[in-house]
């Protein structure tokens, strides 16, 4: 067994808390924001351009950050997920209660 300190971390991050895995969740939200930006330029003006182009890697980035316990939005709504699908019904009761 090997004792490794609390403070090292088994993956590449930028800053902490933002890795690869991150960056490329704000990279496709800048993505699909380029796509709205594209698209609103036919009825909207440009403030509103703007807006739908920052929305989207903002969400990401947000969804994505790993808050204090090392836990982000998105695995939070992953667990939610997985519990919500699992049994929460006992199969063996036992007497006498």
Do not use: C, H
């Not at 989207?56 to 994505?64: D, H, K, M, N, S």
């Amino acid at each position: 067994m090997y004792l490794i300190p609390r403070n090292v971390t088994a993956r590449f991050e930028f800053f902490p808390g933002f890795g690869w895995f991150e960056l490329a969740a704000v990279s496709a939200g800048a993505l699909v924001g380029l796509v709205l930006y594209f698209l609103s330029g036919l009825f909207a003006q440009p403030t509103a351009r703007f807006v739908l182009f920052a929305i989207p890697p903002g969400l990401a980035f947000f969804v994505t950050k790993q808050g204090p316990d090392g836990k982000s939005l998105l695995g939070l709504m992953r667990q939610w997920r997985r519990w919500s699908a699992s049994q929460r019904r006992y199969l063996y009761v036992t007497r006498g209660e």
